[in-house]
Structure formats: structure tokens, C-alpha cells
């Protein structure tokens, strides 16, 4: 054989493992467009947003006139919130205290305490309350489920 062919079969042969290089993971071929389910997304709320704080808002109410509502989420995972019914008078005033798990998402915390349950979706400096089923609340009311961040 020539210089020039083994100098073309090297080209061709470095050219080959180049290409191949970037689909290779942990020693096998894979397909670029193979999408790994169980890697944690780096965008979800628990790990890029400043979810640490104090969130206020008026919630909906069946027979008054709203919930002044507002839950502080802690670092380790504790919540405490308080609910004042408007329109009540003061007897109708509660705190919650409880702990608080994120959902393999990231985007979604799960309120946990001796009296209730309840979840949110979490995005920048608001938190959302979903319904019984974990969907997000719909309709006229929608933008009254929003508790917003003011610490």
C-alpha cells in the first residue's frame, strides 16, 4: 500500500472516531436523541429558584369573604402557615405547622400536617395551590389560588 493510502485510511479512521465520540456514554452507542428520565432537571424550582421565604395572599372562600393566607417555607423543610378568615372575626384565625416534600419534578411541594395536606406548585417568588387532583385551579377564581413572595 501507499503513503498516500494509509495516510487516507488514517484520516478516514480518526475522522470515524470523532464522529462516533459524542453518542458514546459509559462505553456503549447511544442515539443523540435518547432522553435519560431519570436525570434531575438543573431548571426545576427546587434547585434554581429562592424558594426560601415568607408568601402572602387572599385565597378564595366558600362562605366568607376570602383566607388571608401565608405559609413560610423553611430551609429544613418545614412550613408554618397561617389562615385568617375575612369577615369572621378573630376566632377564625389558624396556624399550621409541618413538613414539606418536593415531588421528583422539582416544581411541586407537598404540604404535610396533623390537620390537612395540601400542594403547590412552586415558581419564581409565588407559590400556586393546585387542587385535590394536583392540576392547577382554572376558571374566573384562577388568579386568587396565587400566593405571592413578599420576603
Not at 424558594?51 to 408554618?80: H, S
Not at 385551579?137 to 384562577?142: H, I, K, M, P, R
Request: proline residues 1%.
Amino acid at each position: 500500500m501507499s503513503k498516500f493510502g494509509i495516510l487516507v485510511t488514517f484520516i478516514a479512521i480518526a475522522l470515524v472516531s470523532c464522529t462516533n465520540q459524542g453518542k458514546k456514554q459509559d462505553g456503549t452507542l447511544r442515539d443523540s436523541t435518547t432522553i435519560n428520565k431519570n436525570m434531575i432537571d438543573p431548571q426545576s424550582s427546587d434547585i434554581s429558584l429562592d424558594w426560601i421565604g415568607v408568601y402572602k395572599g387572599t385565597m378564595p372562600c366558600a362562605d366568607c369573604e376570602g383566607i388571608e393566607t401565608t405559609i413560610e417555607l423553611r430551609n429544613d423543610q418545614t412550613f408554618v402557615a397561617h389562615y385568617k378568615y375575612l369577615g369572621e372575626g378573630d376566632a377564625n384565625e389558624f396556624i399550621d405547622e409541618g413538613t414539606f416534600t418536593w415531588a421528583v419534578t422539582g416544581s411541586i411541594i407537598t404540604l404535610e400536617s396533623e390537620s390537612e395536606t395540601s400542594q403547590y406548585k412552586v415558581e419564581k417568588n409565588r407559590l400556586i395551590l393546585l387542587t385535590q387532583e394536583g392540576e392547577l385551579n382554572t376558571g374566573e377564581l384562577a388568579d386568587y389560588y396565587v400566593l405571592k413572595k413578599i420576603i
